[in-house]
């Protein structure tokens, strides 16, 4: 303060509150800027879907800038009391929301499962089933994204269709796996051709 002209002096608590802020949104962007390499470069690495990346990247995003928005109002003079309500108002908010949208948030969280233990992977032959001894929903895996996974079927008479599971489904049903192609699936005759067909083991007249 001795160093300074003595006209400045009224401004010195401005300029150091101008500094600290600055400092703040400074130090928030450059986190954020590496928190975004390091989701890009896992992401990479691991081969993660882009929304998964996407989910990722905004969710640090908040959280730094928002982080680095109560310290700017800290600094600002914004009361702890007025900054705790503001924050509850908020939580509780966010709860209520979490609780209307658990089906799709489960599915997000199961997305992440997935891709983390390998259950179900891209191109994958599987069978969903609700126990071992019946046959269920089977087909190729073609993608796999935050809400659901899909998968085309394949059919014993040539024809086809896109099947959409959500992705908590993986964590309540059977689900089989083949390395290659699976075994076909046995189409039971109907109609005239099922009544034309003789017994097994009969002659035909």
Aim: glycine share 10%; with cysteine.
């Amino acid at each position: 303060m001795q160093m300074l002209p003595q006209w400045l002096y009224p401004w010195v608590p401005s300029i150091v509150l101008g500094a600290q802020i600055t400092l703040l949104i400074v130090g928030a962007w450059l986190l954020r800027a590496l928190f975004g390499r390091l989701v890009r470069s896992t992401s990479t690495r691991h081969g993660l879907p882009p929304e998964f990346t996407f989910v990722a990247l905004l969710a640090g995003k908040i959280v730094i800038y928002g982080a680095a928005m109560l310290l700017v109002l800290d600094r600002l003079g914004v009361s702890a009391t007025v900054l705790w309500t503001a924050f509850t108002g908020f939580a509780a908010v966010a709860a209520v929301a979490f609780f209307a949208a658990w089906s799709v948030l489960s599915n997000i969280f199961c997305s992440f499962l997935i891709f983390v233990t390998g259950i179900v992977r891209l191109h994958d032959h599987i069978e969903v089933v609700e126990n071992g001894q019946t046959a269920g929903l089977r087909g190729q895996v073609i993608d796999i994204n935050l809400i659901y996974t899909t998968v085309q079927e394949h059919s014993a008479d040539g024809s086809g269709s896109t099947l959409k599971f959500p992705n908590s489904m993986f964590f309540q049903r059977i689900t089989r796996t083949w390395p290659g192609e699976p075994p076909a699936p046995v189409v039971a005759p109907t109609g005239a051709g099922a009544a034309s067909q003789p017994p097994s083991g009969g002659a035909t007249p």
